[in-house]
């Protein structure tokens, strides 16, 4: 449900409405600017709403707009003019857009960002992407902080200390003393597969994390060089230049989160706690427009985090993240990440219709460009489906899946869905939003699905 035009918390919002895994209620205000972002978020706790609103602190009002650094500065997308709006609005499913043109190391870039909402479906998805085709490859060299934003994801009035922070990339990093300070502990050990960002408070029983819907290997985050640290602890860690506290200094971490607000440089407080809630992304510079001199004689490429690998950063960037709000408790960060992990090692095989195998790159985009898991839409986190005949009969071997969102073409209203032979009811076992101007339907299915099971659709 979108409601329109509202006032909330300050801000004119367009405010989502939505029902999560456990079929309880949750909200999203997004601001009415082209440079928009989540301005304030609800969600059950113990059967009571917890209201999350951006906290204003250093001006940031919300979550998920851009910010990207180039020279010794950087450009803040937030509230910047331009488009924005429903672009899809399903009874069970929506597509907020915002369009804006940030202008970034003196290059006006245009930016997409679509957030996605489905029934079923906890953690929404933000998918953005940045637009240089008129921009030379090379000539605009900047890293990407987006999404971008500090909520009080502890709820408002809580304003809990920070107990920990993490984030994965080829390694999952993670603190392993509370509360977080500039002297914490912590862990580099464990390998990785999925980019996420997350911090917590145990106080509260309260985490927000970030979880792109790739893996590392299919889209590189994390930028600069604290990864001569994968594989150690803080006790057996490669200090850099300079460092005095047991967390590498804050220009040096992998990812933004609130390190700017702990104190890295005197010595009286270099074991005092925070408060900010600031959580953002991270990349190497030249992921946005490239670097001339990566090496190969090719403008458009950046070397990925780790300087191991080359990556390409023009025409497009283009990628994807959860959003995750809820109990530090119940680990909802690293269960999104384990479900990205599933999806990897699903396996679709119709025998009645086909899978999609090419769609556009990105958000705002046109360009066919072959999917790399075939099915699977990382924009969107979605599994797409051609049918045949106004039929799709598909087997599904997956470790687990829970509430899979399809998307299938060629059929827009369903008439019949079984699950494993039982036949399910439309809002209830399924949740369908008809998309008769894209000749299809969206479709969550609510089930855990495990090991070999067949989904019918007609």
């Known amino acids: 449900m979108l409601e329109t035009e509202q006032f909330i918390a300050g801000a004119s919002s367009d405010e989502v409405r939505w029902r999560d895994a456990e079929c309880k209620p949750r909200s999203a205000a997004l601001v009415r600017v082209g440079g928009g972002y989540v301005r304030r978020v609800t969600y059950d706790f113990g059967g009571s709403p917890r209201v999350i609103t951006g906290t204003g602190a250093a001006g940031h009002r919300g979550w998920g707009y851009t910010v990207n650094h180039y020279g010794q500065t ?11 709006g429903a672009v899809f609005i399903g009874k069970h499913h929506t597509i907020y857009e915002y369009e804006s043109t940030p202008r970034i190391a003196g290059h006006d870039v245009p930016v997409t960002q679509h957030w996605f909402f489905a029934t079923g479906r906890t953690n929404p998805v933000l998918a953005t992407t940045y637009d240089m085709t008129d921009i030379p490859a090379g000539a605009l060299v900047a890293d990407i902080r987006t999404h971008y934003g500090d909520l009080a994801w502890d709820g408002d009035g809580s304003d809990a200390v920070i107990s920990g922070v993490g984030w ?46 790739e893996t590392y290997a299919q889209h590189d985050a ?45 010595p009286s407080c270099l074991d005092m706690p925070t408060r900010s809630h600031r959580l953002a ?13 990566a090496g190969t004689g090719r403008a458009d490429q950046y070397v990925t985090y780790g300087d191991q690998d080359l990556a390409v950063g023009h025409p497009y960037q283009s990628y994807s993240v959860f959003m995750v709000l809820g109990q530090f408790s119940e680990t909802p ?65 997956t470790e687990l899946l829970e509430n899979p969102v399809f998307v299938v073409q060629g059929i827009e209203q369903p008439s019949v869905v079984t699950l494993n032979g039982q036949s399910l009811a439309e809002d209830a076992g399924y949740f369908a939003s008809p998309d008769p101007d894209r000749g299809q339907v969206w479709l969550t299915i609510r089930a855990a699905l495990r090991g070999t099971n ?5």
């Not at 950087?74 to 924005?84: E, H, K, N, V």
């Not at 930028?223 to 040096?252: A, C, E, I, L, R």
């Not at 992304?281 to 001199?293: E, R, V």
């Not at 067949?454 to 007609?458: F, G, S, V």
């Open 74 to 84: 950087a450009t803040i997308g937030q509230d910047l003019p331009g488009r924005f």
């Open 168 to 213: 994965g990339d080829r390694r999952k990093f993670r603190t392993t003393s509370a509360p977080l300070t500039a002297n914490s502990s912590w862990d580099y050990t464990e390998l990785n597969t999925v980019p996420y960002v997350h911090a917590w408070a145990t106080e509260t029983d309260a985490e927000m994390g970030a979880v792109q819907t």
């Open 222 to 266: 994390g930028g600069y060089w604290f990864y001569d640290n994968w594989g150690k602890t803080s006790d057996d860690q490669s200090w850099v230049d300079g460092q005095s506290t047991v967390m590498t200094p804050d220009w040096n971490w992998t990812y933004q989160i609130n390190q700017y607000e702990l104190c890295f440089y005197d």
């Open 281 to 293: 992304w991270g990349t190497n510079y030249g992921a946005l427009g490239g670097l001339s001199d």
């Open 333 to 397: 960060t690293e269960a999104q990440v384990s479900e990205v992990e599933a999806i990897q090692q699903t396996t679709l095989e119709p025998s009645v219709g086909e899978l999609v195998t090419e769609l556009p790159g990105g958000v705002g985009r046109t360009d066919s460009v072959p999917l790399t898991l075939p099915g699977f839409d990382p924009r969107y986190a979605t599994f797409n489906l051609r049918a045949a005949g106004g039929l799709v009969e598909l087997s599904i071997d």
């Open 454 to 458: 067949t989904l019918i659709i007609q």
